[in-house]
């Protein structure tokens, strides 16, 4: 996902940079002028504004770029990017865990009744198969996308995103084998721990996170 920022006109006591996490985890500052336009992959790098502005006025358009044939909405977007991307980046002073990936306050952590938000849900996933799992996220057309290795007696939280669908494979099948179980993520998944194997007991099978 491609965003631009064209800054029009601004009144300022002070510079008001935008902050972007790069690639490599490094926080950039960009203070623009009049005319400037940039660019940014806004659906992966965290931005913010870190310093209120000190001015009289301060004024941008915003441009979003998707591709053709995108069917995700705003929501389903920020909860697809998967949750290991940034596994073994340095992080800066962003705080993962309050700022979203598209700038603002995590919806999760913000929503006030602590239910979630209309489609953004935690959960999570306790393997209590008796042998090493791999949980997958299944993407349009059934494709596999490795969440993570689960060893016995091993949990998993995810901040995921209702009908986003979930597989867990035996280690021993492979990546491509048969499923122990799946799970199409429902509203009442919320905060819930989710079982591997449902037919075997586990002490916490009903507890809450």
Same mark, same amino acid.
């Given at each position: 996902m491609i965003s631009g920022i064209l800054h029009i006109d601004s009144d300022l006591d002070a510079p008001f940079p935008i902050q972007i #996490?790069?690639?490599?985890?490094?926080?950039?500052? *960009?203070?623009?002028?009049?005319?400037?336009? =940039? $660019?940014? #992959?806004?659906?992966?790098?965290?931005?913010? %504004?870190?310093?209120? =502005?000190?001015? %009289?006025?301060? *004024?941008?358009? $915003?441009?979003?770029? %998707?591709?053709?044939?995108w069917s995700r909405s705003r929501e389903e977007a920020r909860? *697809?990017?998967p949750p290991y991307w940034a596994e073994g980046l340095p992080r800066s002073d962003l705080s993962s865990s309050s700022i979203s990936s598209t700038g603002e306050v995590d919806a999760l952590s913000s929503d006030g009744d602590g239910t979630g938000n209309a489609s953004g849900i935690e959960v999570t996933f306790a393997n209590n $198969?008796?042998?090493?799992?791999?949980?997958f996220w299944l993407q349009e057309g059934g494709v596999r996308l490795i969440q993570g290795e689960l060893a016995a007696g091993e949990e998993m939280a995810l901040g995921t995103h209702t009908g986003h669908t $979930?597989?867990?494979?035996?280690?021993?099948?492979?990546?491509?084998?048969?499923?122990?179980?799946e799970w199409t993520m429902e509203k009442s998944h919320h905060k819930q721990r989710l079982l591997m194997d449902p037919t075997r007991p586990d002490a916490n099978d *009903? %507890? #809450?996170?």
């Open positions: #996490e790069d690639a490599s985890g490094v926080l950039r500052s *960009a203070d623009l002028k009049p005319g400037d336009l =940039m $660019f940014y #992959e806004s659906a992966k790098c965290y931005h913010q %504004r870190k310093e209120p =502005m000190q001015g %009289r006025h301060y *004024a941008s358009i $915003f441009m979003h770029y %998707r591709p053709k044939g909860y *697809a990017i $198969f008796g042998e090493p799992v791999h949980l $979930f597989i867990a494979v035996p280690e021993r099948a492979g990546d491509q084998g048969n499923a122990l179980q *009903a %507890r #809450e996170l």
